[in-house]
């Protein structure tokens, strides 16, 4: 009886536990998305940079502040 209560305790911790858990990984995935675009944007904008001088870097700013 004892026994029961406690198992009846954990599995309600553990279900929590995989409730908490996939929504961090939900909130992890969002994040690395964002992460990659930025990260793919200050590449795009090193790369025209080197390509084509200064000139090129207020457009691509404009382009990231979008």
Known sequence: MASNKIRNKREVLYLKLKEIDSQ???A??????YFLEDLQKFVALKMAIQK???GKFN????YISM
């Open 59 to 62: 457009d691509e700013v404009e």
């Open 28 to 33: 992890q995935d969002v994040w690395e998305r």
């Open 24 to 26: 961090n990984n939900a």
């Open 52 to 54: 084509e001088g200064w």
